[in-house]
């Protein structure tokens, strides 16, 4: 059934009543047309009361019927704080109210509205904190769960969600009289235009609100206007698509279903219309008290009879057309109240008072008054206006279920202020104008105080053209059009009762007296009060309240309301859901090309940065036993490690040589080809920010490598400093283009000789320190003889589509010999025996290089590097610190954890940075940080372990292993 | 009901009293002048009018009480720093914080509700695994916790091994916790005012006299206000600030954005971070999850935000909480921070005689307050640097002491 409120055609633009859908609401079966929303569907059926309240637990219904407002705040299948009046119907949704204990109609904290005159402004400030500690203990879980609106649904995982970019000369935002009148001025002159609106229709107003005595006026105003547009050529309309901020530059977000578009336009007009404005008087939160403009949605939008009895408050010729919408709908219009002394009618609002309904001039409604379930409203009482918001003693009381408010307007303005606009006010007018906007920002129609649905128009054609003349179309501007007609925006349409419940923001249930009050306790500026009484901060974001809000701060301070102002208004508009802006999500991982292998050889692998690295082969419960024999496999048989996440930097040109003296520490220009060299760079501040090896293979021609996690860094300082120091060299970012293994152990040479043709490997042809290009396994390769670990080795680096094949190669050729990878953690190890720091690991953002050994690779005869002048001038102080190797000799004692403290008493004078236990020294081995006193071989130091336990480690020379540097040289 | 409130219901005229300085004019002269009506400016003219019997302040702000950085932070109360220094500091902040409710006879809404910080590497467990010891020798809780304890303090959280970054363990700081901040310059401002300490919001200095090495007076929009001495505590704006006095500051000023949803009824307890994808949240006393991250790409003076920033925050929090997908942004905005070399602030002496520096407070400012106003009043009452703030002064930059905190800030504060 469609209901008893449901009107005839041609009312409801948006219904088809050819398909009916059914759908639950608190548990009860309902039926709506399809293009109905939760709202409309139940005002059809005489279901008014929706959700209830922030604080109060107030009974709320419709109130904008645009999706303005927080009063038909929803739970849509479990989807909490849906806006009811404006989403959707579908078969078998199941919908729910909010806020309430027990059920929607019988709510038990409703009781807490009986308590506000307790609860002033900013009451939990005031109290709540006796004794010491009674606000977290006791308060705060009751205010907590008191607080909130909706339950979220802590099991729904997001739809899919994902972006599109889009470009255009011209974006119009708002597809109402103005919207649609530049569009078509655009569209003409042949610019690129999207027109984004956030209704499912075009036409804005017109498909709603009433412009002439005759109905259809409008009707037919937006037919040929639409269809108009869409005969023309470069236009793209998006209609339920709501641009929902501004950023710099003209940088839109734009939501339209499940797709959030960034659009970038050359110019943007703003046709953002107004929003009508509620007045403040008691009550005014009840269902069934509602803006004009609400009602008239109802009615052309979705064909539903608002009400049966009227009442409409008018502050202003609009509130006359919804009173003739009313009565050609069959709603009796009991009075419209005018609070207006001296209004000046226009023909609709004589067309109304013609057909003799009672008008009472220079009133205003008093209060509310609700059906005693106090869901919904049962009449007003209607007193005359004495003075600015004050009322006269007595008052009539008049029966109604609806009252339509038409009292004013205030222009949705949130767009064009995030782009920087100021908001003016004139008394006169008694209305927001908005001007400061960047010149690439237009705006017309109401949002910039046109009211005339003519002038609405030409506005709209001159900010377009405005905006072609700025794309450098030869267009004429016509002078900006002037706003003739009388502002339909009452000034004060505020009336106090002694009961208070005159509320000024419904999202946060504040009343007239908590704003006042907020400024008594001198809370004067309205960003303070805003904080102070969160005026503005619920779902509404203020739309319904910053304008009353103003109102009153200024009257209370004694400023003007320009004075006063809004709060600042900030991105989104409406409210958006993070999955929007989170959309398919970035978050790239980067596999080496032998990847695969690491996965077949049942590797567990760790994450470096982006990377994915192995840590070792083997059982993941079974490290330590993986980690011995994959070490002992290297000191004494040959190991193989990806070591393709190493970053790599081509650096090339007559100056790379000196380009490398400037930014590492040692020196370079003399660095023979065919030889590689050890790089530590340290910044400013000449801390040790990373390391690597520079390997010549021209005069002209460096390879330089950086650390896994540091390569990016090191890259983009050297961009800055090449662009500063303005050298002949050419820096070129090439981790990705490479890949690379270490062959380490005394039978690398023997298991590599298989596969080299064109390299002499021989220690003589080839010494520690070399590099050579050449062929491995018939892959072009540049090998290095490195000694990370220790022992005699070669990296391999090859191009990094062969890593497979190369990695394959190696593994085959050195199955005789029982050649096995090995993992990070095996190679954080071996490096660990031979005394070898990680920058990052073994150094932290203060370390200097003397103090982690690397006093050698400094060149101090050069004349400048990166760091140079705080390393000078560091080194005329006492060094503080230093890293030291020790062993723990007890072998029932904790083994050190990396980061445990190492003490000198009670005080913390360093910590433990690398720790394992080494299977080639028996005992367990690491590196720490301590003063130079305790750092002296021979001492020991106490190390606070796991669990606060203490333990003595011995200080000792570096490196554990081979210290003649024997292995490495073979 | 506490019987606080009922004064509002039972009386005729709403018993409110204006708890700042009324609108009133400038003073020719004042003892001491502080600059920034922000919580560390209110503060420092607290404990100087409450402990040090200066009451001759005024108190100067260019816009409204706290509406810099303090109305603007993400109100992350935690002292699991790094440093011995910036510990001790720190802790004995959130001592201040606990009482300060009943101090100001004004709910600054302290909560001890944990800060639990995400790891997803090793490296992360053992940066975290350091703060943990310092923290525990210093007497600030802090732990390392594993995987099934994150579960038990924060059950929503994503702990599936097959995302893209799964979690292998936490720093749990159980002294962590969150107040209203907003409510904490407001507290220390009542405090302040009532003691006679003079207010004086929409005024903004424009010029610093000095002369001899010693500040005189103060320009401002309003006149110029002779000083006995001056503090600057203005936060975004304090390298300019400063370099009006003729001090270069090493600070870089970079954009601090956050977002705050709709209020839902609570689900999530401790504040979490999660430094891996830049990102921390927390859910208000009201109900609303507040998301904060990283610091802008780029320096500048300015407030405006980004969209970038907010896809990014919300497709990294959408990594920890799915759900949240589905939760409703309402607003973002931007603070703008002042960051040193190394993370910490620069306090005490300056190069001018008597004009004393409350600067470089990055991403960790409001968390100092307390002990900030405490330790400045000392300073400026005694002339005398306190023990607590000495490793923070100017100086350590040019004696390269600096007290490096890079490690226990990114995306936590």
Known sequence: MAGANRLAEPHGLLIDRSRTIDFEFEGEAYQGFAGDTVASALAAHDAWLLSRSFKYHRPRGIFTMAGQDSNCMVTVNGDANVLGDVEKISPGLRVFGQNYKGSLRKDRRARIGRFSRFLPVGFYYKTFFKPKGAWEKRWAPIIRNIAGLGQIDTEAVPAYYDKQYKFCDLMIVGGGPAGLSAAKTAADAGAEVLLVDENEALGGALNYARFAVSSDAARDQRGEMVAALSAAQHVEVMTDAICNGWFSDNWLPVIKGRRLYKVRAREVVLCTGVLEQPAVFHNNDLPGVMLGSAAQRLIRLYAVRPGKRAVVLAGNNDGYAVALDLMDCGVEIAAVVELRDEPVYDDIAKAVRAKGVKVYEGHAVYRAISTSDKHHLKAVEIRQIVGQGQCGQSGERVSCDLLCMSVGYTPTYQLACQAGAKLGYEDNTAVFSISGLPESLHIAGSVNGMWDLQEVLRDGEQAARAALRRLGYEIKVPPKVVNSTVSPSFGWPIFSHPAGKEFVDYDEDLQLADIVNATREGYEDVQLVKRYSTVGMGPSQGRNSALATARLVAWATGRSVAQTGVSTARPPFAPERIAHNAGRSFYPERHTSMHHRHVEAGAQMLMAGAWWRPAYYGPSGERDRCMREESLNVRNNVGLVDVSTLGGLEVRGPDAGEFLNRMFTYAFTKQPVGRSRYVVMTNEHGVVIDDGVACRFHDEHYYVTATTGGVERVYQLMLRWKAQWRLEVDVTHVTAAWCGVNIAGPKSRQVLATLCEDVDLSAEAFPYMGVREGKVAGIPARLMRVGFVGELGYEVHVPQHYGERLWDAIMEAGAAEEIRPFGIETQRLLRLEKGHIIIGQDTDAMTHPAEVHLAWAIARKKPFFVGARSIAEIGKQPRKRKLAGFVVNDLDAPIPLESHLVLDGDKMTGRVTSCYFSPTVGKPIGLAFMTLEQAIPGSSVTIKSTGGVFVTAKVVELPFYDPENQRQDL | MPFALLKYGFSKKYPARH?????????????????????????????????????????????????????????????????????????????????????????????????????????????????????KHLGVGSELVDCQQIKELVPLLNLSENGRYPIIGGLWHYDGGTARHDAVAWGYAKAACERGVELHQLTEVTGLKITNNRIKAVQTNRGIVECGCAVQAVAGTSSLLAGMAGIKLPIHTYPLQAMVTQPYKPVLGPLVSAPHVHVYIQQTSRGEFVIGGGSDPY????????????????????????????????????????????????????????????????????????ICGKTMSELVATGKVPDLIKPFGLDRFYRFEQVNEAGATAASH
Do not use: C
Not at chain 2, 35 to 55: P, S
Not at chain 2, 303 to 309: D, G, Q, V
Not at chain 2, 315 to 322: D, G, K, N, V
């Open chain 2, 19 to 135: 708890s700042f300085t009324p609108r009133k004019d400038l003073n020719q002269h004042y003892d001491v002048v502080i600059i920034g009506g922000g919580g560390h400016g209110v503060a420092t003219a607290y404990y100087l009018a409450r402990y040090h019997g200066i009451t001759n302040i005024a108190v100067l702000e260019k816009g409204y009480l706290g509406g810099g950085n303090t109305g603007r932070n993400t109100a992350v109360l935690r002292a699991n720093y790094l440093t011995e220094e910036g510990v001790k500091f720190y802790r004995e902040s959130l001592q201040l914080y606990r009482g300060l409710s009943n101090e100001f006879d004004f709910n600054i809404m302290w909560e001890n509700r944990g800060q639990l910080t995400l790891a997803t590497t090793d490296a992360a467990m053992r940066s975290f695994r350091w703060r943990a010891e310092v923290n």
């Open chain 2, 299 to 370: 320096p500048l003076y300015s407030t405006r935000s980004t969209l970038e920033m907010k896809e990014s925050l919300s497709s990294a929090i959408q990594e920890l909480f799915p759900f949240i997908g589905n939760a409703r942004l309402l607003r973002q905005w931007a603070g703008i921070t002042d960051m040193t070399p190394d993370y910490s602030p620069i306090m005490g002496l300056s190069p001018v005689d008597n004009y004393y520096l409350d600067a470089g407070w990055g991403t960790w400012g409001f968390k100092a307050t307390p």
